[in-house]
């Protein structure tokens, strides 16, 4: 009997403790506490379509094979970053072994052109040959050097080095997003036309989006859009359209429109599937309307956290409607009037579990 009183009072004694600490953590949770009211706002409206990120084509560079050989060396997979003048692979070819041996020949050449003009100039001197003489051993020796001043312009064109190989080599930095060759691999440059590598400059992506044949009125170039990747929904990436390709795809019946977005952080990838949303300039209709911040996305679900009179929270599922710059336009879940947290929104939510 005895150790059941103890019992008890432990149990009591973590009870409020356990009490104590969360009314502690629910106390530290509604410190600094920010709300919004919700209020109606005008929305322009929206055109929602699918795309992809792709790369910015005028920063990507592709790097063929120069000339017939065997890869060896690989220093670069899909995926790997790269920076400019690194060593992709190497080529072990008989071409640039005829460029040494060329090299060799024109350089041998050379000397003995400069020792015969050397000659030829001190016996003119001496008036022991004539000027003409003199003249056709100096163009001689013009002619040899521009042959090797043209092996050395094919040589940096083709990667060639003095070791019988050529060097694949990036132009740009960025990343690998396509590779074609593998470690002794024999390339025929002859009938090669696809790229060893190709090498992306990310820093700046594309968004190509499809217009379906009934909505291509809707759109324009400069039109303001939004874009969402399923990687990051609670990032909003602002960006206007830049080219309207009039062509519509056979199968599909779509017509294609590009958004151009700066991509410093790296956060969006060639590949990604994207959802872009464009407003549709002159079509405006009263929405109820949230600091874009409140929102918190959760299982393909979005929700608001909101306070009532008394300073208790709830976590409320809402259905976004549209956004506009930095406020998000809410169709259902909300109403007028209602006080939403509109900073560390997160935070609050996590709290409420």
């Not at 060799?104 to 040959?129: F, G, H, K, P």
């Not at 992506?205 to 990747?229: F, L, N, Q, R």
């Not at 990436?237 to 952080?265: A, W």
């Not at 409320?316 to 409607?321: E, G, L, P, R, S």
Request: hydrophobic share 40%; net charge negative; charged share 25%.
């Amino acid at each position: 009997m005895k150790y059941i009183h103890i019992i008890i009072v432990v149990l009591l004694f973590t009870s409020c403790s356990d009490k104590t600490f969360n009314e502690e953590k629910v106390a530290k949770t509604h410190t600094d506490i920010v709300t919004t009211e919700v209020t109606l706002g005008k929305m322009n409206g929206e055109l929602v379509l699918t795309g992809d990120i792709a790369c910015d084509e005028r920063k990507l560079s592709k790097i063929f094979v120069p000339c017939t050989g065997k890869i060896r060396n690989i220093e670069a997979e899909i995926g790997d970053p790269v920076s400019k003048g690194q060593t992709l692979a190497t080529v072990f070819s008989s071409e640039a072994a005829d460029y040494v041996k060329q090299t060799s020949e024109i350089n041998s050449q050379i000397r003995v052109a400069e020792r015969n003009l050397n000659q030829l100039e001190d016996m003119y001197s001496a008036r022991m040959t004539t000027e003409k003489n003199v003249l056709e051993a100096r163009e001689e020796l013009n002619i040899l050097r521009a042959e090797l001043e043209r092996l050395d312009r094919v040589a940096q064109v083709n990667g060639y080095s003095k070791m019988s190989t050529a060097s694949l080599v990036s132009p740009i930095s960025g990343f690998v997003v396509a590779k074609t060759v593998f470690n002794d691999s024999y390339i025929d440059a002859t009938n090669n036309d696809n790229p060893a590598f190709e090498i992306a400059d990310i820093s700046t992506v594309w968004v190509m989006a499809d217009v379906y044949e009934s909505d291509i009125w809707k759109v324009h170039t400069g039109d303001s859009v939004t874009v969402i990747v399923a990687a990051y929904p609670n990032e909003h990436f602002k960006g206007v359209i830049n080219k309207v390709y009039n062509i519509l795809d056979n199968v599909s019946k779509t017509m294609k429109v590009r958004i151009c977005l700066d991509n410093k952080d790296g956060l969006l990838k060639p590949g990604m599937f994207a959802s872009v949303h464009v407003a549709i300039s002159g079509d405006t209709q009263q929405m109820l309307q949230v600091p874009a911040g409140s929102i918190v996305f959760e299982n393909g679900h979005d929700y608001v956290v909101v306070c009532d009179e008394e300073n208790h929270q709830r976590r409320q599922q809402v259905k976004i409607a549209g956004y506009n710059d930095n406020v998000a336009f809410i169709s259902s879940g909300i109403k007028k009037g209602d006080m939403v947290v509109s900073e560390n929104a997160l935070m609050f939510f996590e709290a409420l579990r």
